[in-house]
C-alpha cells in the first residue's frame, strides 16, 4: 500500500501556520484524493506529529481548512488500501492553480 506521507513531503511543507496570509498563493506540495467519492485535498501545511493539516479541501465545496493526515490513512485501514491515495505525479504548485 502506497504511503500517504513520506519524508520527503514532510521536509518540503512548511509547518502549521506557516503560509498563514497566503491564501491561494500558498504552494501544495502534495495531493491525495479518493477515488470513491471524489474528494480532494492539497496540503499546504502540516504538523508530523499529530498529523493535522492544512490546506484546500474540494468536496461539498472548495475551502481551506484543516484535516488530519492520520484520518485519512485509517480510512484505508478500515475501508481497503486505495480508499484514499497520493496523486503520486502531483507537482507542487500554488493553490491557485488547482483552485
Known amino acids: 500500500m502506497q504511503k500517504l506521507m513520506t519524508r520527503e513531503i514532510e521536509r518540503a511543507t512548511p509547518e502549521l501556520y ?5 491564501g491561494r498563493e500558498a504552494v501544495a506540495t502534495a495531493h491525495f484524493f479518493s477515488p470513491i467519492d471524489g474528494w480532494q485535498w492539497y496540503l499546504t501545511e502540516y504538523d508530523p506529529e499529530t498529523g493535522e493539516a492544512f490546506g484546500l479541501v474540494k468536496g461539498f465545496a472548495d475551502e481551506l481548512g484543516y484535516f488530519s493526515i492520520r484520518e485519512l490513512e485509517r480510512m484505508n485501514e478500515l475501508f481497503g488500501a486505495g480508499t484514499v491515495e497520493r496523486d503520486a505525479g502531483f507537482e507542487p504548485c500554488k493553490l491557485a492553480e488547482v483552485m
Do not use: V
Open 18 to 22: 506557516g503560509t498563514d496570509g497566503q
